[in-house]
């Protein structure tokens, strides 16, 4: 015990963050994503856009602390409605309230005068589209017939990705892959995530998709890209506003939107790789 012990410390030394509180909540969220999904679909609709308020909520905190104060409420509803549009519209859906929710933001920020105005505004288009819109593509893959699947085979490629690259990066991370930006990430962390996310893409695409293994090892590739990406943007505005954490509210893991980072990015890419294949075999192409 006392090994297990060393070893769980030494992890946490040099990750920075407490393994076991890490993995015990990540276990908590498949499960509460496949109960949500395994019962009624729309109820994963909801969790998803709960998710995103709390998020923006997260983000609000981490603006005000660079003298940045984005309009909460209206962000707030914002999000409410691009879900809702996700879910019973679409992706038309999600485009027509997004392109209704920008002009509509602008507008009520109009009473708080001039000042700062270019500021809050910009501040405020990154937050309707980094959080909601993009959340939009992860209830866009539950919305199908499929969408358990779709989405637990999500949560398997974005799993393997985060997973594996944060254990080799500990274990064998000895080079920087953007020190400026996250200085403990390592090339050796991404070589892990594209190893075994390829591998976690096959095997969920032939066994939860009942689709072709080669096209779940091209959406692990494309996955590992879009997630890691998405960690390094989220990780560029924590160190642009000097602050390690969005929150604190899952153990081990930082914020909400510590856990959103690499989701919101490759939502769209594999919703959108989804889609192609769907078109491709409805057309006789595969």
């Given amino acids: 015990m006392s090994d297990i012990h060393s070893i769980n410390e030494a992890i946490n030394k040099r990750a920075g963050r407490k393994l076991l509180p890490s993995i015990g909540v990540s276990l908590f969220l498949v499960l509460l994503v496949w109960f949500s999904l395994a019962t009624y679909r729309i109820l994963f609709a909801g969790l998803v856009t709960l998710a995103v308020v709390l998020g923006i909520r997260e983000l609000n905190r981490a603006f005000t602390v660079v003298d940045i104060h984005i309009p909460l409420w209206s962000l707030t509803t914002a999000t409410i409605g691009l879900g809702a549009a996700s879910w019973f519209g679409g992706v038309s859906g999600l485009a027509v309230a997004t392109a209704i929710a920008f002009p509509c933001l602008l507008v009520l920020l109009l009473p708080r005068g001039t000042e700062n105005f270019v500021k ?6 990154l937050a309707l589209i980094y959080l909601p819109f993009l959340a939009g593509f992860l209830i866009l893959l539950a919305r ?7 989405v637990m085979t999500f949560v398997v490629l974005v799993g393997c990705n985060d997973t594996f690259g944060y254990l080799t990066g500990v274990l064998l991370g000895k080079h920087p892959l953007a020190p400026k930006i996250s200085p403990k990430k390592t090339i050796e962390g991404l070589t892990g995530s594209l190893i075994f996310t390829v591998v976690g893409g096959s095997l969920a695409f032939h066994f939860i998709m009942n689709s072709h293994w080669y096209l779940g090892a091209a959406a692990g590739l494309l996955t590992v890209f879009t997630a890691t990406s998405g960690d390094l943007i989220e990780s560029a505005l924590k160190r642009d506003m000097a602050i390690k954490d969005m929150g604190n ?11 959103l980072d690499s989701v919101l990015f490759a939502a769209p890419a594999l919703w959108l790789a989804l889609e192609v294949v769907r078109r491709a075999q409805e057309s006789g192409l595969l």
């Fill in 120 to 125: 809050t505004a910009s501040a405020s288009a």
């Fill in 144 to 150: 199908p017939h499929n969408g358990l699947a779709r």
């Fill in 249 to 259: 509210l899952l153990p081990g893991h930082g914020g909400i939107m510590d856990r």
